[in-house]
T-cell receptor, first 114, second 113 residues
Framework: DAKTTQPNSMESNEEEPVHLPCNHS???????IHWYRQLPSQGPEYVIH???SNVNNRMASLAIAEDRKSSTLILHRATLRDAAVYYC???????????????FGTGTRLQVTL | DTAVSQTPKYLVTQMGNDKSIKCEQN?????MYWYKQDSKKFLKIMFS???????INETVPNRFSPKSPDKAHLNLHINSLELGDSAVYFC????????????FGNGTRLTVT
């Protein structure tokens, strides 16, 4: 799986938007960009994924650069419950068989303050 | 309803013992996984099963043996436990295919003394 680079930590104020960056300069054409988050003392939780176009769901938005070498996870209004480690992961559609392992990096620890 | 449930939540045992962790998913998924999160918080895949068939085995010591009695269950048995096995073990499931998100359990914290 291709490597991703994320900042170790970020801070945000509650009720403000948060932009979490991810660099993946060696991404291949068959890599999907997935985001998961891990809240304290819980298992990872799926957030969003995309290939080329920007994506929106009830949790977040994913903005993908035109050259796909970077992406940004956008939380529109951060709450205290969004404090977690956010992982940006590349998942190769061609290297799966009937399952695809997710290779987690170190992620970005998001702190949300009042 | 808990989608992916693991038992026990905590497990404290001595070196050399044999222990099992159980995982069940009620999502109707075909694929199940075991991940290990060490003290530095790195999450690494250990095994994956699809319809009871082992499809991913990531160079895990032979002391670790997964067993899948049916596609809703994937248990992890560990023989001759060592101090380095102390970690949080997460079970996950997904539909087959690259585009299906993984659903994780809340983990089993294993402490070997």
């Amino acid at each position: 799986d291709a490597k991703t680079t994320q900042p170790n930590s970020m801070e945000s104020n509650e009720e403000e938007p948060v932009h979490l960056p991810c660099n993946h300069s060696t991404i291949s054409g068959t890599d999907y960009i997935h985001w998961y988050r891990q809240l304290p003392s819980q298992g990872p939780e799926y957030v969003i994924h995309g290939l080329t176009s920007n994506v929106n769901n009830r949790m977040a938005s994913l903005a993908i650069a035109e050259d796909r070498k970077s992406s940004t996870l956008i939380l529109h209004r951060a709450t205290l419950r969004d404090a977690a480690v956010y992982y940006c992961i590349l998942r190769d559609v061609m290297n799966t068989g009937t399952a695809s392992k997710l290779t987690f990096g170190t992620g970005t620890r998001l702190q949300v303050t009042l | 309803d808990t989608a992916v449930s693991q038992t026990p939540k905590y497990l404290v045992t001595q070196m050399g013992n044999d222990k099992s962790i159980k995982c069940e998913q009620n999502l109707g998924h075909d694929t199940m996984y075991w991940y290990k999160q060490d003290s530095k918080k790195f999450l690494k895949i250990m095994f994956s099963y699809n319809n009871k068939e082992l499809i991913i085995n990531e160079t895990v010591p032979n002391r670790f043996s997964p067993k899948s009695p049916d596609k809703a269950h994937l248990n992890l048995h560990i023989n001759s436990l060592e101090l380095g096995d102390s970690a949080v073990y997460f079970c996950a499931s997904s539909q087959a295919g690259f585009d299906s998100p993984l659903h994780f359990g809340n983990g089993t914290r294993l402490t070997v003394t």
